[in-house]
């Protein structure tokens, strides 16, 4: 046998220890993990960093085909649908399928991490560099610097997240361009913890508080808690900025939020102390160089969460990658050039979904005509069975990719739209409903102006953590 191939992938986090896992089963190549971070295995997960995600079929799917979806989805906990908290009035549950029996599931990005690692780290030609920073690359020979430290690879892959090194590399050498988009909305974490030894919400949903402009959602943990996540404007009033002495938090919590002080008792620290992470969608025009370079997950295509897809994304692309190693018998330029050109427009079409959901989350799903909708959706996915699908269990619960939801979604809503005008009584709803004042909101994906765009800059920090 030959001298073994060297791939260097550049970040341990999700995508890069499950790449690791894929490329390791292959033979004849030596894999090195490189990670900024210490071993995370043994310590606690940074403070308000995403504790929890939600994982769907997609990232499950991954997992199953290197046999290690039973080991995480041990300690996940299906959530079956969105429960409503109104600022006043009844909770509403609102299931994810027709069916009501699909869930997503939350699962904890450490335990994840974690047993990703150890399952890269379980095949003899998998080495992991802790404490390795990525400072400097040669695109065109494979030559990285790690602080002082030296290495080359064959091919590297940067897995480094949303503030990507190897992306901010690519981009110094006029390799790519990029442009990111930033929200003008941050995130932060609370802790809402078991009480009585119990959870203080019901587990089997996700929790979401919508308030027109802003929002608040809380994932359960198997500890019996539930990670709360604040989704408001950076600026302006009821802002982050606003919003920083205990009575003012206390006030507007009482008011906005009524049901959750009584729940939360470090609702003042855990406000004060988590930090606000930074929300945005990242395009880049090209994602491999020199046919030895390639980005991958966040790095390549970090996007908003409001549709908990970044780390299904991210692991759908390992899985592509997979295929078009086999597709092109490890021919490393010609499958990587696959990868990107059956990656690219999926990410794009989720990064759009994405940015509309959050609109239906913060917005939408506590209005009656969404409410209507989605009923009249679950009545047409049960009368048309595989024949109308929503757009939710697509992207959640099916690997159809991206860009073909979409497609499929705007197909069907003008079929039913027609099916409604044609019954004549219904046209006006029909115009009123699909593509009126609810379709303008979704269709054009934007948040209006908040936003704000950086073009051919790097994300410091990113909207990682
Ligand atoms: P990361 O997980 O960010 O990993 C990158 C790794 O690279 C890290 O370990 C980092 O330390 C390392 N690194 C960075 N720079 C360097 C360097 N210079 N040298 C070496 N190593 C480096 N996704 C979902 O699917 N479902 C959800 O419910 C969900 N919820 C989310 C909620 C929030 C608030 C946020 C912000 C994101 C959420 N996501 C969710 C998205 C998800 O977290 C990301 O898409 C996912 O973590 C991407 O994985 P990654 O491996 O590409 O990047």
């Known amino acids: 046998m030959g001298l073994a191939m060297r791939v260097a992938i550049v970040?341990?986090?999700?995508?890069?220890?499950?790449?690791?896992?894929?490329?390791?089963?292959?033979?004849?190549?030596?894999?090195?993990?490189?990670?900024?971070?210490?071993?995370?295995?043994?310590?606690?997960?940074?403070?308000?960093?995403?504790?929890?995600?939600?994982?769907?079929?997609?990232?499950?799917?991954?997992?199953?085909?290197?046999?290690?979806?039973?080991?995480?989805?041990?300690?996940?906990?299906?959530?079956?649908?969105?429960?409503?908290?109104?600022?006043?009035?009844?909770?509403?549950?609102?299931?994810?399928?027709?069916?009501?029996?699909?869930?997503?599931?939350?699962?904890?990005?450490?335990?994840?991490?974690?047993?990703?690692?150890?399952?890269?780290?379980?095949?003899?030609?998998?080495?992991?560099?802790?404490?390795?920073?990525?400072?400097?690359?040669d695109p065109a020979t494979g030559s990285m610097e790690f602080g002082g430290v030296r290495a080359r690879a064959d091919i590297v892959l940067g897995a480094d997240g949303a503030g990507s090194a190897v992306r901010g590399q690519l981009l110094a050498v006029g390799l790519l361009d990029e442009s990111l988009d930033f929200l003008d909305y941050g995130y932060k974490e609370l802790t809402i913890p078991a009480r009585s030894g119990d959870f203080a919400l019901d587990p089997a949903a996700l929790h979401i508080w919508p308030r027109g402009s802003s929002m608040m959602i809380a994932l359960p943990n198997p500890d019996r808690s539930f990670t709360c996540t604040l989704f408001w404007p950076n600026g302006g009033t009821a802002s982050f900025a606003s919003l920083s002495s205990p009575a003012a938090i206390r006030r507007h919590f009482e008011r906005a939020y009524p049901d959750v002080p009584p729940l939360a008792p470090d609702l003042i620290s855990d406000y004060q102390e988590n930090p606000v992470g930074l929300l945005g969608t990242v395009h880049c025009d090209t994602w491999i160089a020199h046919g030895r370079v390639a980005l991958i997950g966040d790095a390549a295509h970090a996007i908003v969460p409001f549709y908990g897809q970044g780390a299904n994304a991210a692991f759908e692309d390992v899985v592509e990658l997979d295929r078009c190693l086999d597709e092109t018998a490890g021919d490393w330029p010609r499958a990587l050039a696959l990868y990107q050109e059956r990656r690219q427009a999926n990410s794009e079409a989720i990064a759009q979904m994405a940015l509309e959901n959050f609109v239906e989350m913060r917005d939408k799903v506590a209005s009656p005509v969404f409410q209507w909708r989605k009923k009249l959706e679950h009545v047409l996915e049960t009368a048309l069975p595989g024949r109308y699908v929503s757009r939710y269990e697509l992207v959640s619960f099916s690997t159809?990719?991206?860009?073909?939801?979409?497609?499929?979604?705007?197909?069907?809503?003008?079929?039913?739209?027609?099916?409604?005008?044609?019954t004549g009584a219904a046209t006006a709803l029909a115009a009123v409903i699909l593509y009126g004042r609810w379709g303008r909101h979704t269709r054009s994906g934007q948040m209006g102006n908040h936003s704000r765009k950086i073009v051919g800059q790097k994300i410091v920090g990113g909207g990682g953590r």
Not at 53 to 63: I, K, Q, V, Y
Not at 401 to 420: D, E, K, S, T
């Open 11 to 137: 970040g341990a986090g999700l995508a890069g220890s499950l790449l690791a896992t894929y490329l390791a089963r292959r033979e004849g190549y030596e894999i090195a993990l490189y990670e900024r971070r210490t071993d995370p295995r043994g310590t606690a997960p940074e403070r308000g960093r995403s504790i929890n995600l939600a994982l769907s079929e997609r990232g499950l799917d991954a997992l199953r085909r290197v046999g290690l979806s039973d080991q995480v989805m041990k300690d996940a906990l299906p959530m079956r649908g969105r429960m409503i908290h109104p600022v006043a009035g009844d909770l509403d549950f609102q299931p994810y399928s027709h069916s009501g029996d699909r869930a997503i599931n939350s699962i904890s990005r450490g335990a994840l991490n974690n047993a990703l690692l150890d399952a890269a780290l379980s095949y003899r030609n998998v080495t992991v560099h802790f404490g390795h920073k990525l400072t400097a690359l």
């Open 400 to 422: 159809t990719p991206y860009a073909q939801v979409q497609r499929r979604i705007r197909r069907q809503q003008l079929a039913v739209g027609a099916a409604l005008a044609a």
